[in-house]
């Protein structure tokens, strides 16, 4: 509590959630500074976070949480503080571009996103406005990222259903693509003749909806299906 023209005023409470120490020293400094912040926590991992929420879940007003932590994803974090009805607001900061990673903090219940690349001091006010009560996106802005979330998860839902069609031996068919092998190559190391790697390939690309080796061997890897070594 700090004393302001002989008003006593709340400070908020901090929690960074931040893995790079040096940064994360540097926001708790900045923080510090102003007299309306105390920082009463800090943590590099998931684990570090719920470890000091579990015990101070109440002493804490605002968690500046990155996404990309070394033991999981931060929008876990976020979704387990809405869940339990927790009053603590999420500032969420990420080195990702990535829109959709924005959108999926947003839905899993961040009241602001900004990326790590901004300035320490708009971090600092980001926080002040949030805890005025201030939006940090418009609603347009947030209807825009649920739609983003909405598509993204039909996208993957698409292509587990063109996964799921793939059998066994076509699996191993872009497996064998992803390690270089040609269609000979192919067919010797699965003991088939080159006409049934053929008609194989031909069934992958129709059940994946591509049009090209190069093509399916994309779609396996982003999804998954194949490990590329």
Excluded: W, Y
Excluded at 57 to 64: E, G, I, L, P, Q
Excluded at 198 to 215: A, E, F, G, Y
């Amino acid at each position: 509590m700090t004393v302001e023209n002989g008003v006593e005023k709340e400070q908020t409470r901090i929690l960074l959630v931040e893995d790079h120490a040096s940064f994360r020293q540097a926001l708790a400094f900045m923080f510090e500074r102003e007299d309306e912040f105390v920082v009463v926590g800090q943590a590099g991992t998931l684990a570090e976070a719920r470890e000091f929420l579990n015990g101070s879940a109440d002493a804490t007003d605002v968690a500046v949480c990155d996404l990309a932590l070394p033991d999981g994803d931060g929008f876990d974090l976020i979704e387990e503080l809405a869940e339990k009805g927790s009053a603590v607001t999420t500032l969420v900061l990420s080195a990702s571009l990535e829109p959709a990673r924005f959108a999926r903090a947003v839905e899993a219940g961040a009241s602001g996103v900004l990326h790590k690349a901004a300035a320490i001091g708009d971090i600092v006010d980001a926080v002040r406005r949030l805890k005025a009560g201030e939006a940090l996106l418009s609603p347009n802005e947030i209807i825009e990222m649920l739609r983003m979330v909405s598509r993204k998860r039909q996208e993957e839902l698409e292509a587990q259903k063109a996964i799921d069609r793939l059998t066994r031996r076509e699996k191993e068919v872009l497996q064998a693509l992803a390690e270089g092998l040609d269609s000979k190559d192919i067919a010797q190391k699965l003991h088939i003749t080159v006409e049934t790697e053929r008609t194989h390939m031909v069934n992958i690309l129709n059940k994946l909806d591509v049009h090209s080796r190069l093509q399916a061997l994309v779609f396996a890897a982003r999804n998954g299906v194949v490990e590329i070594r």
